[in-house]
């Protein structure tokens, strides 16, 4: 018993939660929600009980006729009226005010989304939960608000009725119990069959939706066309599919046996046994007049649907709240680290040196750990490679470094502070970052670079300068839009689709775009040609002149260009030093550089390979 309470007063108090968010976001369509239900209450009460009651007894008591059509002539105009605002609202005033309320409220979790760590978004449980609260969020706003203003006027409205059917006999008051017994009992149980339904079905529902997902989007295309991959995919949406359908399977006897309950209840048995009762008193018992047993059917009538719309609604309680968890979870969530937290502690160039000490990292969930003693130092317009077999670790080390995450043990610490202490934003504009995995958005070239608004001239000209030096701004120029083209043709037909390298410089425009104190590339040219490789390093030489760099590349020729070199495996430093020291000391560094070389034909052409490196180096 205490926990069907302490699960209703949750419920409730989750349904006042996403009140006050709509209030707060769209103060007007709460009150006009109100309004609106408040005139339709009014309209079947007013219609229903005392028109025909009046009008009954006009006809019984002969009233004047005039007196009787200005009656009818008023409550006509004034269900017109009601009509009027009730359309306005319906097709006007809420499809504005509900994309209104929609845009805050998604904008409210795109910025929750934004401000949690990346971790949670590699796990699983908490990803279901993202995704359950923006599948749901639109829905239960709108369902909450139509809820709590027709429960309000249900109750007035079923009130009213039923005074008037207690005027005629008081026993009828015992068919109102029926409905009340049908939605709350069998309504809530089927309620709750449902929400379980429904979360069984979303593993299988996330299946089908990749599916979806992917087949409609062009990165995906040229794979699936050349090769049989789209068995496989057919294969998962078959699968998702047959799931959903063995969880509808699993729950449909027992929701079919408590729909025919609740049906019978709330419809048959009060909308049958009140006029066999109405019938029965006034034509056996005659202890009523047939304008009461007349008035007593459409009082009935929209009673019972004044009592079947209450106790819906009270039951939907119960089943927003429960959806309701979801959002209310995701919103609640506290950030391990809080991406849009401000701090009294701004982090403010210059830098001096960003130290990492006995630095270990496990991924939530990992047996092994990602990082072990990590120890190293970058300085000011020092240039430090990062190199290593796939899983070595560097990139882990890289994210750790932007604090995307945080050590499990040991620390970082810039100029001699841990950068827990400095504030967050702050800290991460000393980074300029050109990631692998680099995303390019459907938007313009310009805001592709600066991954902002363009708000000026100079930022225009910063675009430019920072193409140039990425060696793609004679491509970009000979667009029909120039740095105004939008990318892709996702959105729009005239959008310009580029290779793969051309993609990758603008990427690394962005880096030159961005005040950094620190350039983190990670495989910046891992796109590109050796000769366009060379033109691009050669730029970031020149533009990394005062900056401290750390490159992170499989490519050893690229690793040749930095003072330091840190060869890692299974998550620690095995060999440090300068390239030249390294490949004396004929380690696991040096073994890999010799590896590549191999695709050299003579080590006259591997010389002439690696000689504009050591030249820049030099």
């Known amino acids: 018993m205490r926990d069907i309470y302490r699960n209703a007063t949750a419920n409730i108090a989750n349904n006042f939660f996403v009140f006050r968010l709509a209030w707060s976001m769209h103060p007007q369509r709460v009150i006009a929600d ?20 009046y009008l009954i007894e006009s006809i019984s008591n002969q009233r004047d006729f005039q007196q009787i059509l200005y009656f009818i002539i008023m409550t006509l105009a004034m269900l017109l009226a009601l009509s009027l605002l009730d359309n306005w609202y319906m097709h006007r005033f809420r499809p504005l005010s509900d994309i209104r309320l929609y845009e805050k409220l998604y904008l409210l979790l795109f910025r929750k989304a934004a401000s949690v760590e990346l971790k949670c978004f590699e796990d699983h449980e908490f990803y279901n939960k993202y995704t359950k609260a923006i599948q749901e969020a639109d829905q239960r706003i709108s369902a909450v ?3 709590l203003s027709r429960i309000i006027f249900s109750s007035l409205a079923a009130i009213s009725i039923f005074t008037v059917m207690y005027s005629i006999d008081p026993w009828v008051l015992l068919f109102a119990f029926l409905p009340i017994i049908g939605n709350f009992y069998f309504g809530k149980k089927l309620n709750g069959l449902q929400f379980h339904q429904n979360e069984e079905s979303i593993p299988y529902r996330r299946k089908m939706d990749y599916v ?22 057919r294969d998962t949406y078959k699968e998702g599919y047959e799931g959903v359908v063995s969880v509808i399977h699993k729950y449909r006897v027992r929701a079919g046996v408590i729909s025919f309950f609740k049906l019978f209840l709330t419809f048959t048995l009060i909308f049958q046994g009140v006029l066999l009762y109405g019938a029965y008193l006034a034509m056996v018992k005659q202890s009523i007049p047939i304008s009461s047993f007349i008035v007593l059917g459409t009082a009935m009538v929209s009673g019972a649907w004044a009592l079947i719309r209450l106790s819906d609604s009270i039951v939907e309680v119960n089943k927003n709240g429960i959806y309701i968890e979801n959002l209310k979870g995701f919103l609640s969530y506290d950030s391990e680290i809080e991406e849009n937290a401000a701090s009294d502690r701004p982090c403010t160039p210059p830098l001096q040196h960003i130290a990492f000490r006995q630095l270990h990292f496990t991924y939530d969930g990992a047996k092994t750990a990602s990082l072990q003693d990590i120890t190293l130092e970058v300085h000011k317009n020092e240039k430090i490679a990062l190199v290593g077999h796939n899983g070595a670790g560097k990139s882990t080390l890289i994210k750790l470094m932007m604090r995307l995450y945080d050590p499990t043990k040991g620390e970082i610490v810039l100029n001699g502070r841990n950068i827990k202490a400095f504030d967050l934003a702050s800290y991460r504009s000393l980074f300029g970052t050109v990631f692998q995995d680099f995303k390019i958005f459907s938007m313009t070239i310009a805001e592709n670079v600066l991954m902002r608004e363009v708000e000026n001239d100079a930022d225009r000209q910063l675009v430019i300068e920072s193409l140039k030096k990425s060696k793609v701004y004679d491509k970009v120029a000979a667009l029909p839009n120039g740095i105004d083209t939008i990318l892709t043709k996702e959105f729009d037909d005239e959008g310009v689709v580029l290779s793969g390298g051309e993609y990758q410089k603008i990427a690394i425009a962005r880096m030159f775009a961005r005040p950094a104190e620190i350039l983190i590339l990670d495989e910046p040219t891992s796109a590109l040609d050796p000769i366009a490789e060379y033109e691009i390093f050669e730029s970031m030489l020149e533009a990394c002149k005062d900056k401290a760099v750390v490159i992170i590349s499989h490519r050893m020729s690229s690793a040749m260009l930095a003072d330091r070199i840190y060869y890692m495996e299974d998550g620690m430093i095995r060999e440090a030093g300068s390239h030249q020291e390294l490949m004396q000391s004929k380690g696991k560094y040096a073994e890999l550089f010799l590896k590549q070389a191999e695709k050299y034909v003579d080590q006259e052409e ?11 180096q030099t």
């Open 34 to 53: 109100f309004v609106i239900q408040a005139g339709r209450q009014f309209s079947n009460v007013f219609f229903a009980v005392y028109f025909m009651k």
């Open 145 to 147: 608000l139509d809820n």
């Open 212 to 233: 979806n997902r992917v087949i409609y989007l062009s990165n995906y295309a040229k794979e699936i066309r050349l090769s049989r991959i789209f068995s496989v995919l």
């Open 606 to 616: 591997l010389s002439e390979a690696v000689k504009p490196y050591e030249v820049q």
